[in-house]
């Protein structure tokens, strides 16, 4: 697992309170993982926070799974 | 329309001595002390260095962490305290209405905590605003009843009652209300606060308005006692269920008090200092008894709102003196702020548990801390100083007066069929 995807991983488990076998790469964050609209939105921030990125509104709604989470940072976080 | 009767079927206390109604009650009676040096943040730049705070309450535990971390203190301890209540009252809310059962809570701040930390970390930043998504939703007065709703899913009427140290009162009266009126079968009520934190210190620092005996904690909550130098900040939450009378009997209920009478006024004065004379307090008591269809003689106990500063308690023992005639020398008064130190809107309810209790048991909780009598004050009043007393108590009185002018004022009975 990346550095990243293993970053990511680490916040869901801390803010979502689901164990760690659950954050797979398909794990929807509203479907799988029990967030709701504000568990979503604190999220996108606490990805932001993590990795110095700012991520405009109309692509944190693109953002949906772990998975997305993962492509979407790697691409636009700068090593 | 003749008024449907209202009484008391579940009590729950979360209070900074007990975490549990019978450890509060048996903090009551024993004349426990809550007060302590400050533990939740660091008080060294503060005036004020103690607080009457909840002791040993684990929300990680209670809520889980997930849950724990989206709710302020003053919502993690009302849930708290209503499934104390809930289960006291022997609720099965599958059987029941629940369309027919509403929450009315009262807060007088609601979570300072939240709004600390969250401007705070605002400020800290760039000019950014960069703010949680649970901010709002963790902070506002309102929300503790409706979690409480959401956790049981009752339907009926839901709001919070916000009147600074009265607000409690407010929502006791508010559910007696709507119960007499037919408008509901049950209430889960009361109120809760948590303001213990820098904010809230510094704030009524600011205000001179909390005691600085930093070298004696455990005394610094004396009313009526003529070295009062200020309120010493609680915390907690106190849920009082009311139900209509044939509701409680058709499933049985235990019947703690009946309750049958509020009161409501205002100072229309000063924004925070009482009018001088007690104007508001003494129409408060007066149309609370009236409510009730009481004279001052009915009276047997009145647990005043008594806060333990140097203009407050004055203004209060001439408003009960003028409310109350000569029965003054026959009732007993106390403040049990001087054992749990002044949980602002949750005030009303843990004091409403005191008046009830004090029925049920037939016993007056004291007013600690006695050392020097004030010569303002009639020595004939009974103000209960430091041992509990043993009396039998029909009917008693609980008062909440609070920043604003707003005063409130309940009556409790023994009930009898």
Not at chain 2, 187 to 199: M, V
Request: net charge negative; hydrophobic share 40%; with cysteine.
């Amino acid at each position: 697992m990346s550095d990243i995807a293993s970053r990511v991983k680490a916040i869901i488990v801390e803010k979502l309170g689901v164990d760690e076998s659950e954050v797979t790469p398909e794990a929807s964050f509203t479907n799988d993982l029990g967030a709701d609209s504000l568990d979503t939105v604190e999220l996108i921030m606490e990805f932001e926070k993590e990795f110095n990125v700012a991520i405009p509104d109309d692509q944190a709604e693109t953002i949906g799974t772990v998975g997305q989470a993962v492509a979407y940072l790697e691409k636009n976080v700068k090593a | 329309m003749e008024f449907k009767r209202v009484v008391v079927t579940g009590l729950g206390a979360l209070t900074p001595i007990g975490n549990t109604v019978a450890d509060y009650w048996n903090g009551l009676i024993n004349g426990v002390s809550g007060a302590a040096f400050i533990k939740s943040f660091d008080v060294t730049n503060f005036k004020t260095k103690f607080a009457c705070e909840v002791k040993g309450f684990d929300a990680d535990g209670f809520l889980g962490r997930k849950d724990a971390r989206k709710l302020d203190p003053f919502v993690q301890y009302a849930l708290f305290s209503t499934e104390e209540a809930v289960k006291d009252a022997g609720l099965d809310f599958e059987k029941l209405d629940t369309s027919r059962i509403g929450v009315i809570w009262g807060s007088g701040i609601g979570g300072l905590k939240t709004f600390l930390d969250e401007v705070v970390n605002f400020a800290k930043g760039d000019g950014t605003p960069k703010f949680n998504p649970f901010f709002i939703p963790k902070m506002i007065a309102d929300i503790a009843p409706g979690h409480i709703s959401i956790k049981y899913g009752l339907r009926g009427p839901n709001f919070t009652t916000v009147s600074a140290c009265a607000s409690s009162n407010n929502s006791l009266i508010d559910a007696f209300n709507y119960l007499r009126l037919g408008k509901a079968n049950m209430f889960i009520t009361g109120g809760s606060e948590a303001i213990i934190n820098e904010a809230g210190i510094g704030g009524f620092n600011a205000m001179h308005a909390l005691s600085t005996r930093n070298d004696d904690p455990a005394t610094a909550s004396r009313p009526f006692d003529l070295d009062r130098d200020g309120f010493v900040a609680g915390e907690g939450a106190g849920t009082i269920i009311l139900e209509e009378l044939e509701h409680a009997k058709a499933r049985g209920a235990k019947i703690y008090a009946e309750m049958i009478g509020g009161g409501m006024s205002a100072d229309a004065y000063h924004m925070t200092a009482p009018h001088p004379e007690g104007l508001g307090a003494c129409l408060v008591m007066k149309a609370a008894l009236e409510d009730a269809g009481l004279t001052p003689a009915d009276v047997d106990y009145v647990n005043v709102h008594g806060t333990s500063t140097p203009i407050g308690d004055p203004q209060e023992v001439k408003a009960i003196t003028d409310a109350f005639g000569d029965r003054i020398y026959d009732i007993n008064i106390s403040s049990t702020k001087s054992m749990t130190g002044h949980l602002l809107g949750a005030a009303g309810a843990v004091e409403a548990i005191a008046a009830i209790l004090a029925i049920k048991n037939d016993i007056i909780p004291p007013t600690i801390n006695h050392f020097t009598d004030d010569p303002a004050f009639d020595p004939k009043i009974n103000f209960t100083f430091n041992k509990a007393q043993q009396r039998v108590v029909n009917v008693a009185q609980s008062n909440g007066f609070g920043f604003g002018g707003h005063n409130a004022s309940v009556i409790f009975r023994k009930y009898q069929d």
